[in-house]
């Protein structure tokens, strides 16, 4: 009964904080999935939850990714942070918001961005999913390659090993 207990109190203590809903100012785009904001008396730095967008060196659809962020999210601009959790590098992991528009999702929808598989989790698993296999099937952004584009989590992975 003990270890029940025990793996219980564990199950409790990884799942993530429910949800929080933050108003900020973009501060600027770091690239296609990450950008720093001000909200009331702090700075965070945000990476958006449940996408990942082509690294920047992965010309030219990093830089893509980035421009369309920075469209999405102009630098100046008030949005609205769904804060999920905090990542290992202390950045806040958020669905962002602009104008009543999910950003993430717009990104997705617009092939500047691959759903996170890994990292769903808190998101609507059915949206993204029917985003990004619309934005394939009408051959957008990274979809637009025959060959295909490397997920940025295949390219992270590769470069680790080369090193």
């Known amino acids: 009964m003990r270890v029940l207990w025990f793996a219980a109190a564990g199950l ?4 993530p904080a429910p949800a929080q809903t933050t108003t900020a100012t973009v501060l600027s785009i ?10 009331g ?11 990942d967008a082509p690294e920047s060196r992965q010309a030219p659809y990093g830089a893509r990714a980035r421009a369309q962020l920075q469209a999405l999210a102009p630098v100046g601009s008030a949005v609205a942070l769904r804060i999920k959790a905090t990542d290992r590098y202390g ?5 962002v918001s602009h104008r009543g528009r999910n950003v993430n999702q717009a ?11 890994q990292f769903i989790a808190g998101c609507d698993r059915n949206t993204y999913s029917r985003l990004e ?10 979809w637009s390659v025959p060959e295909g584009v490397m997920r940025p989590w295949d390219d992270r992975a590769q470069r680790r090993r080369s090193r």
Not at 12 to 15: E, T, Y
Not at 30 to 39: A, F, P
Not at 133 to 142: I, P, Q
């Open 12 to 15: 409790v203590w990884i799942l």
């Open 30 to 39: 770091g690239d296609g999935d990450t950008l720093r904001v001000s909200t």
């Open 107 to 117: 990104l997705v929808a617009s092939g500047a961005a691959f759903v996170y598989w």
């Open 41 to 51: 008396n702090r700075n965070l730095r945000v990476r958006l939850a449940c996408i």
């Open 91 to 95: 950045r806040s992991v958020a669905e």
């Open 133 to 142: 296999t619309e934005a394939r099937l009408k051959g957008l952004g990274v």
